[in-house]
Each structure stands twice: as structure tokens, then as C-alpha cells.
């Protein structure tokens, strides 16, 4: 059952910019221009992507729309079904790889074995693809694309200078973001984009997950995984070595971020998976410091 989509807003936030919330599962956004509006991520199905579509249509104002694709998660682009013929979509040439991958499809299957809601769900890509950053000019607001890897490969934040916030999906999340797999190389893209998007000092910073709008969490995040490498350096290499690692007393996700009360127990699971992966990615960037130092 698909979750019901409400539009919300936080305290502070520009009442052009809306929040377009499919529960507990993933946020998007919606933003208004003087040229175009903007739907960033279309959330895990295209029945969620038309009901949000239904929701905005008020304030639309016969503006042409045009959607970005953050990234090829599938809580984030599986709605795009619902867009095609009405919007360009719009993402980094990275999510061409991701979706062409034979995972991309894998993970479809898995989840359509799971709910009957992903039955419909087909994998639509693209239609503008870029490299680096792009910008999209509204008139009154700038919409400035940037390529925020770590998360995914493909990852995007969007920066709304005139009004310092920056939408940052899933490279800022609460109480952690996850690196996008165990290799020393994606914990550096991770960080790098957290840094980055400290350095735009933001007014607010919103990702897609969390419902926190504070660029507190930016400094969070970054000294969560600061701290994190502090902990995994001060190791041996036997104590690096060892396969149960993750559950010593010391190295829990509890140990370095504290569980949110009332977090639902499959959350919290999910969380620790997490933090999993990115305690993987700090033991391998301290195995290749010590095979260098």
C-alpha cells in the first residue's frame, strides 16, 4: 500500500519552495519560479508522483514543469512514469550507468515480489543528462545542480542561492547518511560532498529524509564520520582485521550518534546497516593508510 503524500513546509522556508512528503518513506520537494516550477524527485511510484502532481496542481500557475532526478535511488525516481510526456527530466549522466545496470532491474523484481504496489513501476531514465554542475535560471530563483557523489555515484544537491537553502536528499541525512559502498574512495566522495555543502552556509538544508531542516546536521554528519575514523585509527591492525567488528562496544551506531527516541525498530535497522557500510569504507581507508605509512 502506497503511503498517503501531504504537502508541508518548515518554519522559516520560503512559501515558493513545498515539501511533498510520502510518509515516513522519502521527501521530495517542489519549487516555484517566476519561468518554470520544479519537482526534485518523484518519489517510489508513479500512483505517489500523480497524487503530489494532483496536490501541486493549484500552485502551479500554468508554469512549465521540470523535474530532477536527484539520484537512481528508488525512493526517489520510480514515480517518473507519471512524467513522461508532461516535463523534461533532468539528472547527472552517472544515473545513466546506474540505470543501466542489471542491479537496477534486480531490485525491481525483489521489491515487486515484496509489495504489489511496485507491480506498475517501470524504470524510466532521464531525458537531460550533465556533468559537473548545471544551473537552471528562474528568473527570481536559481536552481544550481550540483554533483554531490558518496552516496551514490550519481547523487545531486540543489542550491537555491538567492534564498541560502540548499536540498540536499540524501547526502545530509538524520541521524546519518550511508557511503555508497565499502571502498575507501566513496567515504572520500562522501565527506568531500558533506564539506561542500558546509562551505555554501546555508540558511537551511533539507534532505529527503530525517524531517530536519537545520545545516546543523551538515556539522552532525561530518563529525560522525570524523569520529568514526578516529575510532577505526586507534585500532590494530588484528583488532582491523576482525570480522565482528561492527558489534564491539565501542562501534555501535549508538556509540557515535544517539537513536532518535521513538524511532520504529525496522528504522533503527536500517540505520545500522548504514552505519555498517560506512564503518566497512573507514577500515578500509585506514587499511590503505597503514599500507602507505
Same mark, same amino acid.
Given at each position: 500500500m502506497n503511503p498517503s503524500v501531504e504537502l508541508c513546509s518548515y518554519p522559516e522556508l520560503d512559501d515558493r519552495i513545498v515539501i511533498v512528503r510520502a510518509g515516513d518513506?522519502?521527501?521530495?520537494?517542489?519549487?516555484?519560479?517566476?519561468?518554470?516550477?520544479?519537482?526534485?524527485?518523484?518519489?517510489?511510484?508513479?500512483?505517489?508522483c500523480m497524487a503530489a502532481l494532483d496536490l501541486l496542481e493549484a500552485q502551479t500557475n500554468a508554469r512549465p514543469l521540470i523535474v530532477i532526478n536527484s539520484h537512481m535511488d528508488w525512493d526517489h525516481f520510480w514515480g517518473n512514469a507519471a512524467i513522461v510526456g508532461r516535463a523534461p527530466i533532468i539528472a547527472h549522466a552517472a544515473a545513466l550507468d546506474r540505470l543501466g545496470d542489471p542491479s537496477a532491474q534486480e531490485i525491481l523484481r525483489d521489491k515487486a515480489s515484496q509489495e504489489s504496489r511496485f507491480r506498475n513501476v517501470d524504470l524510466i531514465g532521464p531525458d537531460i543528462t550533465f556533468s559537473g554542475s548545471m544551473t537552471l535560471n528562474g528568473g527570481d530563483l536559481t536552481l544550481e545542480l550540483i554533483h554531490t557523489p558518496g552516496h551514490t555515484p550519481d547523487h545531486i544537491a540543489v542550491w537555491i542561492p538567492e534564498l541560502r537553502i540548499c536540498l540536499a536528499v540524501d547526502a545530509v541525512e538524520y541521524p546519518i547518511p550511508e557511503v555508497w559502498s565499502k571502498n575507501a574512495d566513496d567515504l572520500r566522495l562522501i565527506r568531500s560532498s558533506l564539506e561542500r555543502i558546509r562551505d555554501l552556509d546555508a540558511r537551511l538544508v533539507i534532505p529527503a529524509h530525517g524531517r530536519t531542516y537545520s545545516p546543523s546536521a551538515v556539522d552532525k554528519n561530518l563529525d560522525y564520520f570524523q569520529a568514526l575514523a578516529d575510532r577505526v585509527g586507534s585500532l590494530s591492525e588484528?583488532? #582491523? *582485521?576482525?570480522?565482528q567488528l561492527g558489534g564491539s562496544s565501542d562501534l555501535r551506531l549508538e556509540d557515535f550518534v544517539p537513536i532518535p527516541d521513538g524511532?520504529?525498530?525496522?528504522? #533503527? *535497522?536500517?540505520?545500522r546497516n548504514c552505519h555498517e557500510t560506512n564503518l566497512g569504507a573507514t577500515v578500509q581507508a585506514h587499511i590503505e593508510k597503514l599500507k602507505f605509512a
Open positions: 518513506e522519502v521527501d521530495a520537494v517542489f519549487v516555484r519560479t517566476e519561468r518554470f516550477n520544479v519537482l526534485i524527485d518523484t518519489l517510489g511510484t508513479p500512483e505517489l588484528s583488532q #582491523v *582485521a576482525d570480522p524511532m520504529p525498530s525496522d528504522v #533503527v *535497522a536500517f540505520y
